[in-house]
């Protein structure tokens, strides 16, 4: 039997169906919102009060998490089966394994040279059925790629090392290429960094860069492989946290109302999971509290809110999310809608 039969097997044994939002209560309306990262490398004291006390909906995997591969099969069935003791969802558990400079995952799964060493579809394909199957295999099922950015400076981009490249064409055709892929075959994608971040010469985990591109050059161009993936059905879209000071002056894309709202989910039409990047990164932490933060993701209609790393804010951020619910009717039922999106995505990939 496999992991993916093994988790249905677990969650039809049991009474009641963990998937009805009818029946969630507000503390799982704000669990599902959050993905943590954690230390360790098995179920311990820290996941236990991620998955039962802030109920959270998913979980994201470094190196510092993984050793072997029974290690991270092991790993990921503890957690799906503790989840299920606590009534909840099945998680996401995701990774970057974007082959090349950023994969988590090292020998014996396998090794690829990166995206700029792409040469044609089949080197796509190639890598994403490989990549899924090997992750599937293991219990991971999301992949935070392919992605997506647009590299227009192979020297000085700070994406030239993980782009597809300088041509949005190009950029869009393998981009697509691994998403049906990766899809294909049971492992959700996850497109990244929207609305591009190939333009920028600083790196966001330090400071938050600035980027005065605006809307119609990033229509033109940056955009192009985001538009191909929500036509493809991507699963779900990774926001920057860079500030597009040409179209939002005030907040980078990842807490953005007018890019996370009304350009992507509006304008662009993509109805599927939307998250921030890493809330821990030197861009976001340097420059807002996390209550601060959690509003605007709140506001912007942005479904789930990654922190990666242990500490204070996870907690903090649950606990704004659960307030916020409580103190209002709107932010409740945008909550509702958002955790949906959720649910349906997970009915989708995970039974």
């Not at 990262?37 to 979980?59: C, E, S």
């Not at 591009?196 to 591109?213: K, N, S, W, Y």
Request: glycine share 6%.
């Amino acid at each position: 039997m496999n992991f993916s039969d093994r988790i249905n097997k677990i969650y039809m044994s049991k009474k009641g169906n963990p998937m009805d939002i009818s029946a969630f209560s507000n503390e799982q309306l704000a669990g599902q919102r959050l993905m943590a990262g954690f230390d360790g490398t098995r179920l311990n004291d820290d996941l236990i009060f991620l998955i039962d006390t802030l109920k959270l909906g998913g979980i994201i995997l470094f190196s510092r998490n993984l050793t072997s591969q029974d290690q991270i099969k092991d790993l990921c069935m503890s957690v799906q089966e503790y989840a299920v003791k606590c009534g909840q969802p099945p998680l996401f558990i995701s990774t970057d394994q974007e082959g090349g400079q950023v994969a988590r995952l090292k020998e014996p799964f396998t090794q690829f040279s990166g995206n700029p060493y792409m040469k044609d579809e089949e080197d796509a394909e190639h890598f994403a059925e490989i990549t899924a199957s090997e992750l599937k295999n293991v219990g991971i099922n999301m992949n935070m790629a392919p992605v997506l950015d647009v590299a227009f400076d192979k020297k000085k981009s700070i994406m030239r090392d993980r782009s597809f490249g300088n041509d949005p064409a190009w950029v869009s055709k393998l981009g697509v290429t691994v998403i049906e892929q990766l899809q294909r075959n049971g492992t959700m994608a996850v497109a990244k960094h929207f609305p591009g971040i190939g333009r920028t010469v600083l790196d966001p985990h330090i400071e938050m860069p600035p980027l005065d591109a605006d809307l119609h050059t990033l229509e033109s161009s940056d955009l192009r492989p985001f538009y191909e993936a929500i036509k493809h059905d991507v699963a779900g879209i990774m926001l920057s946290h860079i500030l597009y000071s040409k179209i939002d002056i005030k907040w980078p894309a990842s807490l953005s109302i007018k890019i996370a709202k009304d350009l992507l989910r509006d304008r662009m039409d993509f109805d599927g999971i939307v998250m921030t990047d890493d809330l821990d990164m030197g861009a976001i932490k340097s420059n807002y509290e996390i209550k601060t933060v959690i509003k605007q993701i709140l506001a912007a209609d942005i479904d789930i809110a990654l922190i990666c790393h242990k500490g204070p804010n996870m907690e903090i951020a649950y606990e704004k999310i659960l307030k916020d619910l409580k103190d209002s009717k709107n932010i409740k039922a945008k909550g509702k809608e958002s955790v949906k999106r959720i649910l349906k995505t997970k009915e989708k990939y995970l039974f």
